[in-house]
């Protein structure tokens, strides 16, 4: 143990390299036991220890091994390794050394090199490490320049560059390979810097550079979007050492051009390879120029492509026609891809798995899960057995749809298929659960992951945290990383992106810094993705300073926005308000290279309309197109919802259309949408129609389109076509709810019938609908509403006796009922009794009792109220104020009236259009006209609305001034000149005058000398009063449409 406990404290691979190679075993068949676990125990990668292996027990019956034959048990040992590693049996792999190194058995070189390659392809990485350990301990062999290779490369393909390095420099024998792989560590990394940086070192160190070097540093420059610096490092470096260039140099760079949509220096890069090198442009350059420009979405430049391959006489390959596939399926949608892939197949050209892939990405991308199942089949009849990639789209797509049952019946095939669930796709089943609300189910599916003995990796950790961080479980999401920590496994950026937005969803702002600090410490730079999480997290925080500045920190360090940060962005500003800085920050994206998606374009639109910018909205629905983006189910959403709000319905037609002639199916919004506003309309045919066109096309209404539709027949009083629906909407699955429930209870009782309101709640009842105290208080407050006070009492000792005890809802009903009918002694005594049961008031209990003693004039006992709510720490609302306003001003206490104004107005209360009535009036009925007029303009200037009995007061009351004595003829006649100006604005506004306004304005008329003008408003005045008496006797429905 003290030996251990030294080579713990060991900070550098060259000292734990010189410890390793300077232990002596103490004999050649037993290995020094505290060098024999050293390994696994600094990697934590424990070697498999299975006692009750069955392959073990079978080996363990040699008792001993004949010197002669240990050649032939190493030769064993090691196929039998290969063929567990090939399996993917990692346990029995991992046994099978352990039984061969217990033999003492040592490979010769060739075989330990052969182990470490079969480890290190395999995916076992990190036993790389152990089997590296145990050949420098068994002291019969020297590793040479191969053995430290594939070392290397382990190190490097788990991110370890820092071990990769320190052992690279340890070592006497590295050549050009050492130095390439370390070279391409770096550049997968992206720390293409670093890579320059350790090239230099290998120039210093006299090691050649081959077109190996060169291919991966231009690689490395591209795949972080830095083309141009490859080019000059291709240009100043490689070439000026004489490096020679080949055809992976040119398409690399090919690549980082279409990468970066600069398809024109793409191009004139195929032009300089065929000009200056004279090496001859292949399928892969091409089918590179083809997928750049399917991105750029130039099809006329693709198809000059594809002549171009014509004429040069090279065969365009399955992937050529992936990729037209793919990038039509993307940009033109999937009916195009799939006329494409029938085309391939008329050209003899057979489809592989990843074309099958792409058609089913893009049907899973539309929604249409439908077709994707028939792709299977289709896959099937062709003997194409769908890969990885094609079950993690279908699987994310479940998700998605909320389908996690079928999701994980999938899986369940996949195993009957013999497709191996890997780590992708456990990652895929992880985050599906946590994004479906099964976090519980999440948290266990990872537990049978381990117990399966299944290591996590970075995609399965970085899921968990996200999944924990999701359901705000933040000391869960801190232990993974503690927890990756310990197991050396790196979080990547992505990992940390969903840890600060774990922090800003939850408010640890603090948090989100010690996390930034932490990835600076560990120099882990942050990407754009990170950038994008930091923006919106600041934004959402309202903290839009720090999300500024870390825009502008983002674009310092190279990183260009992408469609999140815009995202962002126009969110911010939807939110304020402000849609012409979204639209400024939309522009400037844009005009820098950003390419928008629909997610962008539905976001700015649909903030536009809020803000009445429908001209603005229009316009930028209307370049769409000239983007390559058709427009799908969710913007057009959109448009439906924003015209409609408009009252434009043509234009809804339009839209809606537009989706039937694209075959841009309408989903359960659109439906919700358009019917409840045909609904409201009073349009129901049209809304029964669009609820069978909705059943017919598979998509099954929710509670929100049945109540609409319900609404819609409860408003026109049709109650046994309500019935009907109800009826086919329980058939369909959909069980009543409480706004169902209130809907048609409400809608029953306009026949003012107990019976039909009793009748309507017991059909409910067999409906499925839970007889609970919602349910009783809506029963209750319905009967109340209607001055059915007895029958509610009846109701409420019902709902005793089944043991639902009443609440505040229930007593503030019966008392509302009560005061209703004029029984301010009952309701008082309800009251009390609630009291004494213990059911504690709130304000709406003291506004019906305080209105009810107001409405009656007893303002003394409205005071005690009021007191009294304040005591129980209740706050009065607007209610409470107008209520008692409007009591004292009828009562002629205009003081007191003023003084309760004059107390609302600072606590944000708008007096009612009644309660600046009265206080008017009660000025108007003092001669105190002035004062009346500034009510007015007060009223005006808060935005309530005048009624037509404001402006009947008023009038009034400068018509009864007009005739006080001792007035000269001017202001006389200025107070009748005022009643009339008043009198036209309230014609302005279509109001119709009360009788005593109209002689008064008669007597204003024919003083003026305008007997005429008086006769024919009296005219009018009775031809008007005639049309409502039969209105009233004749009522009609109205339908808009």
Not at 125 to 138: A, D, G, K, N, T
Not at 142 to 154: A, D, R
Not at 484 to 494: A, L, Q, T, Y
Not at 552 to 569: C, S, T, Y
């Given at each position: 143990m003290k030996s251990l406990n030294q080579i713990k404290k060991l900070k550098s691979f060259s000292q734990f390299y010189s410890v390793l190679t300077s232990k002596r075993s103490h004999s050649q068949h037993h290995l020094n036991p505290t060098l024999k676990i050293l390994s696994p125990l600094l990697l934590n990668v424990p070697i498999c220890q299975n006692n009750d292996s069955h392959d073990k027990n079978q080996l363990k019956q040699l008792k001993t091994i004949p010197p002669l034959k240990t050649h032939l048990y190493v030769s064993f040992y090691c196929t039998l390794l290969k063929l567990y590693l090939n399996s993917k049996r990692f346990p029995e792999a991992n046994e099978t050394f352990t039984v061969m190194r217990s033999y003492g058995l040592n490979p010769n070189l060739q075989s330990w090199n052969q182990l470490?390659?079969?480890?290190?392809?395999?995916?076992?990485?990190?036993?790389?490490?152990?089997?590296?350990?145990?050949?420098?301990?068994?002291?019969?062999?020297?590793?040479?320049?191969?053995?430290?290779?594939?070392?290397?490369?382990?190190?490097c393909k788990v991110g370890q560059l820092e071990t990769a390095l320190d052992f690279t420099?340890?070592?006497?024998?590295?050549?050009?390979?050492?130095?390439?792989?370390?070279?391409?560590?770096?550049?997968?990394?992206?720390?293409?810097?670093?890579?320059?940086?350790?090239?230099?070192?290998?120039?210093?160190?006299?090691?050649?550079?081959?077109?190996?070097?060169?291919?991966?540093?231009?690689?490395?420059?591209?795949?972080?979007g830095l083309v141009n610096d490859a080019e000059l490092v291709k240009d100043r470096l490689f070439i000026k050492e004489g490096i020679d260039l080949d055809d992976v140099s040119y398409n690399t760079l090919i690549d980082g051009y279409c990468k970066a949509r600069d398809m024109k220096k793409a191009r004139e890069l195929v032009v300089k390879m065929i000009e200056e090198k004279n090496l001859s442009p292949d399928v892969v350059t091409y089918n590179t120029l083809i997928n750049g420009f399917c991105k750029t979405g130039d099809f006329d430049e693709v198809n000059k492509l594809m002549d171009e391959i014509e004429i040069l006489g090279l065969e365009p390959n399955v992937i050529t026609h992936t990729i037209l596939i793919d990038g039509v399926c993307k940009m033109h949608g999937i009916n195009e891809a799939r006329s494409l892939f029938e085309k391939m197949l008329v050209r003899g050209i057979l489809p592989d798995v990843v074309t099958y892939g792409s058609l089913i990405d893009g049907l899973c991308k539309s929604k249409n899960l439908t077709k994707v199942k028939m792709l299977f089949a289709e896959m099937k009849e062709s003997d194409i057995v769908p890969n990885h990639v094609s079950y993690s789209s279908l699987l994310i797509?479940?998700?998605?749809?909320?389908?996690?049952?079928?999701?994980?019946?999938?899986?369940?095939?996949?195993?009957?298929?013999?497709?191996?669930?890997?780590?992708?796709?456990?990652?895929?089943?992880?985050?599906?659960?946590?994004?479906?609300?099964?976090?519980?189910?999440?948290?266990?599916?990872?537990?049978?992951?381990?117990?399966?003995?299944?290591?996590?990796?970075?995609?399965?950790?970085?899921?968990l945290v996200a999944g924990r961080c999701k359901v705000g479980n933040m000391s869960g999401a801190e232990?993974?990383?503690?927890?990756?920590?310990?197991?050396?496994?790196?979080?990547?950026?992505?990992?940390?992106?969903?840890?600060?937005?774990?922090?800003?969803?939850?408010?640890?702002?603090?948090?989100?810094?010690d996390v930034m600090r932490n990835m600076d410490s560990k120099s882990i730079l942050p990407n754009v993705i990170l950038y994008s999480t930091l923006i919106d997290g600041f934004f959402k925080a309202s903290k839009k300073d720090l999300a500024h500045k870390a825009y502008?920190?983002?674009?310092?360090?190279?990183?260009?926005?992408?469609?999140?940060?815009?995202?962002?962005?126009v969110n911010n500003s939807r939110k304020g308000g402000n849609m012409k800085e979204a639209v400024e920050y939309f522009t400037e994206m844009t005009e820098r290279g950003l390419i928008p998606d629909c997610v962008n374009y539905t976001s700015l639109v649909d903030g536009l309309f809020k803000v009445g910018m429908e001209s603005v909205a229009r316009e930028k629905v209307n370049k769409m197109p000239e983007e390559n983006l058709t427009l799908d189910v969710v913007i057009?959403?959109?448009?439906?919802?924003?015209?409609?709000?408009?009252?434009?319905?043509?234009?809804?037609?339009?839209?809606?259309?537009?989706?039937m002639q694209e075959h841009v199916p309408p989903d359960q919004v659109t439906y919700k949408t358009m019917i409840n506003a045909y609904c409201e309309w009073g349009n129901l045919e049209k809304a029964v129609e669009l609820w069978h066109e909705m059943k017919s096309s598979g998509v099954l209404p929710n509670s929100i389109t049945c109540n609409s539709i319900l609404g819609g027949f409860c408003k026109a009083d049709n109650l046994n076509e309500v019935v009907d629906l109800l009826d086919e909407m329980v058939s369909l699955g959909f069980c009543p709810n409480s706004v169902t429930y209130k809907l048609v209870l409400e809608a029953s009782s306009k026949s003012s019938r107990a019976d039909t309101v009793f009748k309507t709640h017991e059909l409910l009842l067999q409906m499925g609908f839970k007889r609970d105290r919602m349910t009783y208080n809506t029963l209750i407050t319905v009967l109340c509403r209607l001055g059915m006070t007895r029958k509610a009492t009846s109701v409420l000792e019902d709902m005793t006796r089944i043991g639902i005890s009443a609440d505040t809802i229930t007593y503030n009903a019966l008392i509302y009922g009560y005061i209703k009918g004029s029984h301010l002694k009952k309701a008082f005594?309800?009251?009390?009794?609630?009291?004494?049961?213990?059911?504690?008031?709130?304000?709406?209990?003291?506004?019906?009792?305080?209105?009810?003693?107001?409405?009656?004039?007893?303002?003394?006992?409205?005071?005690?109220?009021?007191?009294?709510?304040?005591?129980r720490g209740l706050v009065p609302s607007a209610s409470t104020y107008n209520s008692l306003v409007s009591g004292h001003g009828k009562n002629g206490d205009n003081k007191k009236a003023m003084k309760l104004y004059f107390e609302m107005i600072p606590k944000g209360f708008a007096p009612s259009t009644g309660t600046y009535n009265v206080l008017i009036s009660g000025f108007s009925k003092a001669g105190q006209m002035f004062q009346a007029r500034e009510l007015l303009n007060e009223m005006l200037k808060r935005k309530v609305m005048p009624s037509s009995s404001t402006y009947d007061i008023l009038i009034r009351g400068w018509y009864e001034l007009s005739y006080q004595p001792d007035l000269n003829t001017s202001v006389r006649n200025s107070y009748r000149h005022k009643a009339l100006e008043l009198f036209e604005d309230m014609d302005r506004k279509r109001f119709g005058p009360c009788r005593s306004t109209v002689i008064c304005v008669s007597s204003i008329l024919k003083r003026g000398g305008r007997k005429e003008d008086a006769r024919k408003l009296l005219d009018i005045y009775k031809i008007t009063k005639r049309k409502k008496k039969r209105m009233q006797s004749h009522p009609g429905k109205a339908t808009m449409r």
């Open positions: 470490l390659y079969n480890y290190n392809a395999s995916g076992l990485v990190s036993q790389v490490w152990v089997v590296y350990s145990e050949m420098i301990l068994s002291r019969e062999v020297i590793p040479n320049v191969y053995t430290n290779n594939i070392l290397i490369h382990s190190l420099r340890a070592v006497e024998i590295v050549d050009t390979v050492s130095y390439n792989t370390i070279i391409w560590g770096f550049c997968k990394q992206g720390m293409v810097e670093q890579a320059v940086v350790f090239l230099s070192e290998m120039i210093k160190k006299g090691i050649h550079m081959d077109t190996f070097t060169c291919n991966n540093i231009l690689k490395g420059y591209c795949r972080i797509s479940l998700f998605t749809a909320g389908n996690f049952l079928e999701a994980l019946s999938l899986q369940s095939k996949m195993v009957v298929s013999g497709i191996a669930v890997d780590l992708v796709v456990f990652g895929i089943l992880l985050d599906g659960l946590f994004k479906v609300g099964k976090a519980n189910e999440a948290e266990k599916f990872f537990e049978t992951l381990l117990k399966l003995r299944i290591a996590p990796n970075q995609v399965i950790y970085s899921a232990a993974v990383l503690e927890e990756m920590e310990n197991k050396n496994v790196v979080p990547n950026v992505i990992c940390y992106s969903s840890i600060i937005n774990g922090y800003f969803k939850t408010g640890m702002f603090d948090k989100v810094f502008q920190e983002m674009l310092e360090r190279g990183f260009e926005a992408n469609k999140f940060v815009l995202d962002a962005f057009c959403n959109v448009l439906i919802n924003g015209y409609l709000k408009l009252g434009k319905f043509d234009q809804v037609q339009s839209v809606y259309n537009y989706m005594s309800t009251f009390s009794q609630m009291l004494v049961v213990g059911v504690v008031p709130n304000a709406v209990t003291y506004n019906i009792l305080i209105g009810g003693c107001s409405n009656a004039g007893l303002m003394c006992k409205a005071d005690d109220l009021l007191t009294e709510m304040l005591k």
